[in-house]
């Protein structure tokens, strides 16, 4: 089982990148997904995330009305839309994807995502 996360880079602040992350080795469609982060020196935080029906989103105050998570269970992907990005939002990204099947609302803690991907640095220049 393997999530790659890809699409980060370095952008200028106001810019927009659009993170993707595909699975492989098994599908996730019954899982929630997630993004979290984790800039030098911090602990992981919870970016965004959506059940698995994707009818339910959460983002951590701090992207609100500027990133957007989706999923495509054909393809078995998620995104991350992040627009008017700021300094603050350089770090890692990791994607994940929750333990549990046919949860109905969003895992906000990292202890509740079985699969991690391997990260994709975001670097928002000011």
């Known amino acids: 089982v393997q999530l790659q996360a890809s699409g980060g880079g370095l952008v200028q602040a106001g810019g927009s990148l659009r993170l993707s992350c595909a699975a492989s080795?098994?599908?996730?469609?019954?899982?929630?997904m997630g993004w979290f982060r984790q800039a030098p020196g911090k602990e992981r935080e919870f970016v965004a995330g959506i059940n698995w029906r994707g009818d339910s989103t959460s983002y951590a105050d701090s992207v609100k009305g500027r990133f957007t998570i989706s999923r495509d269970n054909a393809k078995n992907t998620q995104y991350l839309q992040m627009n008017s990005l700021k300094p603050e939002d350089t770090a890692v990204y990791y994607c994940a994807a929750d333990r549990t099947s046919y949860k109905r609302r969003v895992g906000f803690t990292t202890r509740e995502y079985d699969y991690w991907g391997q990260g994709t640095q975001v670097t928002v220049s000011s």
């Open positions: 080795g098994r599908t996730f469609s019954t899982n929630g």
